[in-house]
């Protein structure tokens, strides 16, 4: 079956930057685009980042737009998103998603950006 696993969160201080990692299996991964989504506290979870199943084209949320970088390895399953310049509204879990007839979603990975 489609699994999702997160990882690379953590503490990290307002202007640092992480990278968070989801190993996908259980589907043809090169066949699916690709996406970031995540949720404060107190907040709706909100689209972060997409990306088309080669690569060739992204997509970003609003509020993370030049700060978050997304991307993918075909050969390891693996989809990417480097967050730099992060701010205290950048805290949440972040889940990695994609569409295989349904919404398919991970366990998350807490980012918390607090000095």
């Known amino acids: 079956q489609v699994q999702l696993v997160e990882s690379g969160g953590g503490l990290v201080q307002p202007g640092g930057s992480l990278t968070l990692s989801c190993a996908a299996s259980g589907f043809a991964f090169s066949s699916y685009g690709m996406n970031w989504y995540r949720q404060g506290p107190g907040k709706e979870r909100e689209f972060v980042a997409g990306i088309t199943t080669f690569g060739d084209m992204t997509t970003y949320g609003t509020s993370v737009k030049g700060r978050f970088t997304i991307s993918r390895d075909n050969v390891r399953n693996m989809v990417y998103l480097q967050m730099n310049s992060l701010k205290p509204d950048d805290t949440a879990v972040y889940y990695c998603?994609?569409?295989?007839?349904?919404?398919?979603w991970g366990r998350g990975t807490q980012v918390t950006v607090s000095s």
């Open positions: 998603n994609v569409v295989v007839l349904r919404n398919y």
